[in-house]
T-cell receptor, first 108, second 117 residues
Framework: DAKTTQPNSMESNEEEPVHLPCNHSTISGTDYIHWYRQLPSQGPEYVIH???SNVNNRMASLAIAEDRKSSTLILHRATLRDAAVYYCILQGAQKLVFGQGTRLTINP | NAGVMQNPRHLVRRRGQEARLRCSPMKGHSHVYWYRQLPEEGLKFMVY????????ESGMPKERFSAEFPKEGPSILRIQQVVRGDSAAYFC???????????????FGEGSRLTVL
């Protein structure tokens, strides 16, 4: 499975935008880029996914580099409830392989 | 539409006992995944099942662990002769179709937390 690299932790302030980076230099042409998040003591929750074009939904935006070797999850206006571990995952085969993720802390 | 239901939420076993964890996927979902999360670590894929079939068990330990997803009833993750190292949160996820192409959303349960004394 292709690997992703994310910072271990990031910190932001409430009501400010947050940009969570992910590097995936070994991505193949058919790998989808997925983002999930895990709030404390809960199961992971789907955030967004995309292939080549940028994607938007009610939770976040996903910006994918033109060469697809990196992507950025954008939370437009962070709230305290967005504090979680965010996982960037490449899905090639019929399963999702989670990495260590980025632990996002939101300051009030 | 109820979400993915896992039970028990918490389970305590002594070394050598058996642990059975159950997962009821969302209605209409025939694909089930089990993941294990050790304390302060990420999720590790264990097994992927469709109704009555094991599709990918590449993440399952070779001994003591088994999984099934019968035609009727929940999926079961069974751990025989538990050891302290089996203490972890076990998450089940379901999907209505095979992951791939434009799909990819897994719906996760709240997890079952196993403690081995």
């Amino acid at each position: 499975d292709a690997k992703t690299t994310q910072p271990n932790s990031m910190e932001s302030n409430e009501e400010e935008p947050v940009h969570l980076p992910c590097n995936h230099s070994t991505i193949s042409g058919t790998d989808y880029i997925h983002w999930y998040r895990q709030l404390p003591s809960q199961g992971p929750e789907y955030v967004i996914h995309g292939l080549t074009s940028n994607v938007n939904n009610r939770m976040a935006s996903l910006a994918i580099a033109e060469d697809r070797k990196s992507s950025t999850l954008i939370l437009h206006r962070a709230t305290l409830r967005d504090a979680a571990v965010y996982y960037c995952i490449l899905q090639g085969a019929q399963k999702l392989v989670f990495g260590q993720g980025t632990r996002l802390t939101i300051n009030p | 539409n109820a979400g993915v239901m896992q039970n028990p939420r918490h389970l305590v076993r002594r070394r050598g006992q058996e642990a059975r964890l159950r997962c009821s996927p969302m209605k209409g979902h025939s694909h089930v995944y089990w993941y294990r999360q050790l304390p302060e670590e990420g999720l590790k894929f264990m097994v992927y099942l469709q109704k009555e079939n094991i599709i990918d068990e590449s993440g399952m330990p070779k001994e003591r662990f088994s999984a099934e997803f019968p035609k009727e009833g929940p999926s079961i993750l069974r751990i025989q002769q538990v050891v302290r190292g089996d203490s972890a949160a076990y998450f089940c996820a379901s999907s209505p179709r095979v992951l791939g192409t434009s799909t990819g959303e897994l719906f996760f349960g709240e997890g079952s937390r196993l403690t081995v004394l």
